[in-house]
């Protein structure tokens, strides 16, 4: 079961049909779209439990795959140091729990990974859409990462990121804009 709250809908937006150019792009400042999705344990996890603590929000396309296993295991590698800096990490695929489970597992991953096979979440935060692939246009998830204030409010957007690299992009951003 999914809970979930968009504060603007695309319409609202005035995107009734977007290209990959018009999609949603949160920017700073703007309200992180609150949400609750199940995590690899099928227990609820809902941004605003996180209000108060800084945390990191990465989408990705799929569970056991080249890229977003780098990214996955990346991500794993600076969980200690985020930790250490106060910041909560959310790994966030429109896979099913059980996959989670397993992705979890091989790669020993620390942090929650979350289930959204409705990509409700995925469209509210502008991480689902128009994709180019060798000229064609297609929907999918756009790997994307968020640093969220503890006011719950978007700090950083990076969108359309490449998996080798983004945790660390993310880290040294996190480090250079200390609360």
Known sequence: MVAFV??????????????TDE???LQPADPAPPFCLKDTDGNDVCL?????????LY?????????????????NSIYHTLRQMGV?????????QSSHERFRSRYELEFKLLSDPDK???????????????????????????????????EAAFYNVRAKGNAQRV???IASHPL
């Open 88 to 96: 909560e990490l959310l790994g966030v695929s429109p896979d099913p």
């Open 120 to 154: 409700l979440v995925l469209k509210a935060y502008g991480a689902f859409g128009g994709k180019k692939n060798y000229g064609k246009i297609y929907e999918g998830v756009i790997r994307s990462s968020f640093v969220i204030s503890p006011e719950g409010k978007i």
């Open 171 to 173: 880290l040294d951003y």
């Open 48 to 56: 605003t439990s996180y209000l108060g603590k800084r945390v990191v």
């Open 23 to 25: 999609q949603l792009r």
């Open 59 to 75: 989408f990705y396309p799929k569970d056991l795959t080249p890229g977003c296993t780098t990214q996955a295991c990346e991500y």
């Open 6 to 19: 968009v504060t603007k809908t695309h319409s609202q937006l005035g995107c009734q049909s977007m290209s």
